[in-house]
Every structure is written in C-alpha cells, then in structure tokens.
C-alpha cells in the first residue's frame, strides 16, 4: 500500500488506515476476539496506521489494540485524549495531560506513545498558548513523539496549524463534507502537517447500503446521536440529516468506479486529494477492513466523476452543512 510522510509527523504511514472506535463502543457491540481479526486484517492488507481514542469503550479499543501490538509491533497508533473529563478549558492542564498520557501508555503497553491528538476539545483549548506549551512538554519528556488535534470546525484545523508543534490534523473530510478542501488541506501541505480524514464514509451512509427505513441499535450513535444529544452532530451522518443522505447516497453510488464498490469510490475520492495523509475508516469485520485497504490499489477517479461528485455535494449537501464546521 502507498505509504505517505508528513514533514511534522516524521514517519510514513499507510495512505488509508483503521479507525477504532467501533473496536470500543457507539457502533454496537463488537466482541474482542473479532476486533483483534479485524485489526489482523487490516494489517495483513497494508494498514500500519491505526487511530484509536481513551474515550472509546473508555479504554476497550486501546486495550485491545495493546494486546494485538504485542505480536505487531511497529504499527503506528495514533490515540487521542480530553473527553473523559467535563469539556472546560480549564481541566486541560500539563498534569492532566500527563495523567491521561500515562493511561493510554498503560493501555497500549509501550513506553512512548506514537501520536497524541486532543479530542476535539472546547474551542478556547486551541488558542491556549499553556495547552500547546503542555503538550510541547510531553514530547520533551518522551511520553510522546507528536501531537496533534482532532477538530470539529475548518477554523479550529487553521488555528492548529499555525501552532509549530503541531503534527497532523484529524477533520471529517469526505464526499459529503468537502469544506477543508478549501483552505484547511493547502494550509497543512504548506506547513507539512499531516491530513488524517476521518467520518470517510459519513457514518455508512456512503457506502449505499442504507435505506430510509434501516434501524441500528439503541447503542449505535447513528441512533442516539442524531440530532446531537451526546456530541457534536456532525459526527454522526456527517452532519446531514438522515433521508437527505441517503438520497444524496443512492446518487453518489451511481458515479462509482468500475469493479469498485461505492465505500471504495468514496475513500479513493479522499486518498486523491491533494494533502491528506490517511483516511480512517471503520471496519466491524475482517472482509470490512480488506475491502477498505483495497480502495488504495483503485486508480484515480476521473475529472468527470470529480465533477460529477462535487455537483451532487454543491446540489445535495452543501446548504445543510457547508456553513457550519
């Protein structure tokens, strides 16, 4: 698979990658046994980039992707920290980060955490010279080699890098969120902080498998989260409202490419724009994650699929969420 550097990062990472929330809770149960065939599959296929969080399944998803390293080392695990507390600016101190660094390090088993990203934290978090002075003190100490943010909003990803410690940017980028393409993606290519594109498939709905009548479980966030009751909205379908994706979903599925299907289309869309490092999507099953990682082998999407798909967001989506992250 087609491994990409980021200057900031300092170390190529697999072109697409594994998000593992779904590995610790919100999508259903997922019983460890199967999350450790998924994590091999992934790998077995190309992945060496694996993006986890303390927050999910509190702790589950990093657990087990600490066993799983134990027989893998060398895969890159990029984790992220903050939302197990009250999201206030001020709990967001050097002995907190300590603390929840210390966890995480206990949870994957190693000595130094590869990449860690404050989990789309309040906004003042980003304007906090002490924050960043906090995390620039956590690689001084070895706990980490880097670290990142995870964002909600196009201005908080621009506000990040400006920041000079700051190594990569976690944003939902996909066929139905394509504001970052604008200023976020060429700002982070200038200042060679890595692009990691996450929610790739909006929640599923790209993958064109669901209809107006589908039903997940009361443990799904695409069931409790929709109008965002938990957190942010956007994280949840993208943003956009449920029946209106899926329409925009049966007409993205029609522009995919040959022999592909339209999840794969959908990250081949992201993987060729310009500035992104890795994308992340989910998988709940090993033949999830193989099909995933195929995506990277597609060849690039056409100009007239490009402008196919931009006309459908500029038609469809666009007025529902460009506005507002």
């Known amino acids: 698979m087609e491994q990409r550097l980021s200057g900031r990062l ?37 992945v060496t980039f694996l993006d986890t969080a303390d927050v999910y399944g509190d702790g589950r998803s990093e657990r087990i992707i600490g066993r799983f390293l134990r027989d893998h080392p060398g895969v890159f695990v990029a984790t992220k920290m ?4 009250p999201q206030d600016t001020a709990n967001y101190t050097l002995d907190a980060f300590r603390a929840w660094t210390d966890r995480s390090r206990a949870n994957l088993g190693v000595e130094r955490l590869d ?3 404050l989990h789309c934290p309040p906004d003042p978090v980003f304007s906090s010279d002490a924050v960043f002075d906090g995390l620039d003190t956590l690689v001084e100490e070895g706990r980490i080699a880097a670290y990142g943010v995870s964002v909600e909003t196009c201005e908080q990803a621009l506000t990040s890098i400006a920041r000079p410690g700051t ?23 200038d200042a060679g902080v890595a692009i990691i594109a996450r929610v790739p498939l909006a ?3 790209l993958s064109g498998r669901y209809r107006h009548d589908t039903v997940f479980g009361s443990d799904d966030h695409r069931s409790f989260n929709r109008r ?11 943003g956009v409202g449920y029946d209106t994706g899926v329409e925009a979903a049966a007409e993205f599925a029609a522009l995919s490419a ?23 999507p989910g998988a709940r099953t090993p033949d999830q994650a193989r099909t995933n990682a195929a995506a990277a082998a597609l060849p690039p999407l056409p100009e007239q699929t490009l402008t196919e798909i931009r006309a459908l967001y500029d038609r469809k989506i666009r007025p529902h969420v460009h506005h507002r992250w």
């Not at 299907?261 to 992340?280: C, D, E, K, N, Y």
């Open 115 to 117: 990449l860690v990203q």
């Open 82 to 85: 903050g939302r197990r507390v």
């Open 167 to 189: 190594a990569s940017v976690q944003i939902i980028l996909n066929a139905f969120r394509q504001k970052p393409l604008t200023e976020v993606l060429p700002a982070a290519a």
């Open 203 to 205: 929640s599923g709905l």
């Open 258 to 280: 040959p022999g592909a299907s339209a999840a794969q289309t959908a990250l081949r869309w992201i993987i060729q724009q310009p500035g992104v490092t890795t994308v992340i």
């Open 228 to 238: 965002g009751e938990a957190f942010d909205v956007g994280e949840t379908f993208s």
């Open 10 to 46: 300092g170390r190529e990472v697999s072109v697409i990658g594994l998000g593992t929330w779904q590995l610790g809770a919100d999508w259903g149960q997922v019983e460890e046994k199967d999350a450790l065939a998924v994590l091999e599959a992934a790998v077995e296929n190309g």
